[in-house]
């Protein structure tokens, strides 16, 4: 896969538990343990709000498109459907292999047609649907380079970045640590590339993309330039010297990704991923996934952030009893333990509370000291049948 990064500049709450009914491979009779929010309001540990492409779209452009192109959510004058009621999202970018979703933002038809049959955009809403328009190019690849990996905030912790969508790997992934260093400076540390057993990963001149409901753009120092990497097969790597400095970051709110001007699988083996023991993870470990999923980690989600964290951990498979499904679900929280320490594992501290040293990084956390304690005993005892 080899992607070629683009020059131009710009690239472009509601706190719900669903209610949902576990069966089979999830144990009968255990109820999914409860999530709970910390710090509501605060800006220092909040979670952002939708400001991946699909979030953007569903929270803020959706309404202002159904409003004022109502006539399109069936076909008109020779056009066919494009906001199919129920499935916006999915009928406008599709529509006319992404005519609507464009590399630039000025392109789309949304924002060139003007008044018709229908009104034209409100100045206002041409300024929502071009942000999200921006948003959309930038995660898809269409200004030039590979598409974005996930997003995550500006938030103080340590975070795992998959590079499943981008290398077919299901353990291939980018870590570091976030520092505030004041203001609106940050500083990322123990940057590391690290591949998977199927195949080594090379990455050449990765770049950040700033995301925000204004659009996307590349991080203007653009100091990974020269980098040109491969993690080995099963092995991990540092990114350049390791720490990146981030001045000037648009807004505490404001989402960070990763592209690459090539990203690939090298060397590729035939190596089947897969978890040691699946019984040491489901169900004691996919139960309280499936509360992760019924939250944010599935299409399902009942968060405003649901799609982005979707793309980070999809957790579809938690909820169902699929055993394909929930294979796949074990070997993509493989990646996210530690099997020699396991309570010091993303996958543990993401959920841990904060009043027991858990990172704000991740805002839902387990309910209460029991919940999370038996939570991190079912990883422990998980991650010594993967040794």
């Known amino acids: 896969m080899n992607h070629h990064l683009s020059s131009r500049p710009t690239a472009s709450s509601i706190l719900g538990i669903a209610c949902v009914t576990v069966l089979g491979a999830l144990s009968a009779g255990c109820a999914p343990p ?64 992404g005519i609507m979703v464009p590399s630039s933002a000025d392109q789309s038809p949304l924002l060139t047609k003007g008044a018709h049959a229908g009104p034209a955009l409100t100045a206002d809403q041409h ?39 981008l290398t077919n790997d299901p353990l291939a992934r980018i870590t570091f640590t976030m520092e505030l260093v004041s203001g609106r400076t940050f500083r990322l540390t123990k940057l590391m590339l690290t591949a998977g057993p199927s ?12 995301i925000t409901a204004g659009g996307a753009a590349l991080e203007p120092s653009d100091a990974l330039s020269t980098i040109d990497v491969t993690a080995e097969a099963g092995k991990a790597v540092q990114i350049g010297s ?35 023991s699946l019984a040491m993870f489901t169900p004691p470990v996919s139960t309280t996934l499936a509360t992760c999923a019924s939250l944010c980690h599935s299409s399902v989600g009942t968060r405003a952030e649901a ?52 990172m704000a990084s991740h805002p839902y956390k387990l309910d209460d000291a029991t919940t999370f304690n038996n939570f991190k005993a079912a990883v422990s005892t998980w991650a010594a049948a993967e040794k």
């Open 199 to 210: 195949g080594g990963v090379k990455i050449k001149h990765p770049r950040l993309v700033y």
């Open 242 to 276: 390791g720490a990146l400095l981030l001045p000037n970051v648009p807004a505490s709110s404001s989402l960070v990704a990763f592209v690459f001007e090539q990203i690939q699988l090298v060397n590729p083996m035939p190596v089947s991923v897969a978890c040691k």
């Open 307 to 358: 799609s982005r964290a979707t793309r980070a951990f999809p957790m579809d498979a938690a909820l169902k009893t699929d055993q394909t499904g929930l294979a796949n679900l074990c070997v993509d929280a493989l990646g996210r333990i530690n099997v020699m320490t396991p309570a010091s594992s993303i996958l543990v501290q993401y959920v841990q509370p904060t009043s027991l040293g858990g």
């Open 34 to 97: 409860v999530i709970q929010k910390p710090g509501s309001g605060n800006s220092n540990t909040d979670s952002t709000g939708p400001l991946d492409g699909r979030g953007l779209f569903e929270y803020r452009v959706k309404n202002e498109l159904v409003g004022s192109c109502s006539c399109h959510a069936a076909g008109v004058s020779g056009f066919d459907a494009f906001l199919k009621t129920g499935s916006e999202y999915e009928s406008l970018t599709a529509y006319r292999s």
């Open 127 to 165: 300024t929502l649907v071009k942000g999200w328009l921006d948003v959309e190019a930038v995660e898809r690849g269409q200004g030039g380079s590979s598409p974005t990996t996930p997003a995550v905030p500006f938030i103080v912790g340590d975070y795992y970045i998959s590079l499943r969508q």
